[in-house]
Structure formats: C-alpha cells, structure tokens
C-alpha cells in the first residue's frame, strides 16, 4: 500500500499519522490493510491523511500509485554505468557533496550514452531522468 511505502521513509506509525491526520486509527488501518480503498473514501479523509505525509492527494490514489510504480521502474534496471551515476548523484544530493557540478556532469553524460549510444532506454525514460533530476 502507498501509505505504508510513505509511513516507512518518513518514519512514522500508522498511530502517528492517525493522531497527526485526526482520522480514526482503525480507518487508517482498514486503507493500509486493503479492507477498504483509499478510492472510495471522503475527499476529507483523503485530504487529511495527504496533508499529514505532506503528499499530494492525487499521490494517494490509484493514479499517483500507478505513477509511482513508473517512477520505481525508471529508476531500477538500469545499465551498471547509469545506475553507479545516479546513485552517487542521490547521495551527492543528500549528503551535500561540494562536487555536485561533476557528478552531474556524469549523470547527465551517462543518461545521453544509454538512450543515444547504447538503446539501453527510450528518449521518454532518459527525459524522465533528466527532468527529475537534472533541471
């Protein structure tokens, strides 16, 4: 479930995010566990469940799921070179690195040799790369 995707990287408990969101612990429950669909409850409830994870609401229905899905597949799978690139580049970005310029040097060199040299992925996944993390 993409909630519980969501609790997981921020840290949180469905109990936190029931007492952050004011939404019935049991109904965050019966969303997390499939019970019920997040699909078919009140746009209140949504919107108080994606306000508390700071998310969007769209993220927390069956679109947003599907385009997380896409993101996942873009960002897994690929060719070693590209894949070494971007997980430096990640971790550039999170730990501050003062290299920043280089590593998206190679990122961005990296991407262009898998779409234009290699065919290891289409133009749409190489724009994807580059729009999420180079401009």
Do not use: F
Not at 32 to 41: L, P, Q, R, T
């Amino acid at each position: 479930m993409i909630i519980e995707t969501i609790l997981k990287r921020q840290g949180i408990t469905k109990y936190q995010l029931a007492q952050k969101s004011g939404i019935p612990y049991t109904t965050l429950s019966d969303i997390c566990s499939g019970k019920s669909k997040i699909e078919k409850s009140n746009a209140e409830t949504i919107y108080k469940i994606s306000k508390a994870l700071g998310v969007s609401m769209e993220l927390l229905t069956e679109s947003g799921i599907r385009d997380s899905e896409k993101e996942k597949a873009y960002e897994t799978g690929l060719p070693k070179y590209l894949q070494h690139d971007l997980d430096a580049y990640k971790d550039g970005l999170k730990n501050g690195s003062k290299v920043m310029d280089c590593l998206w040097g190679e990122l961005y060199g990296s991407i262009n040799i898998a779409e234009i040299d290699d065919n290891a992925i289409t133009h749409e996944h190489a724009d994807y790369l580059r729009k999420k993390y180079l401009w």
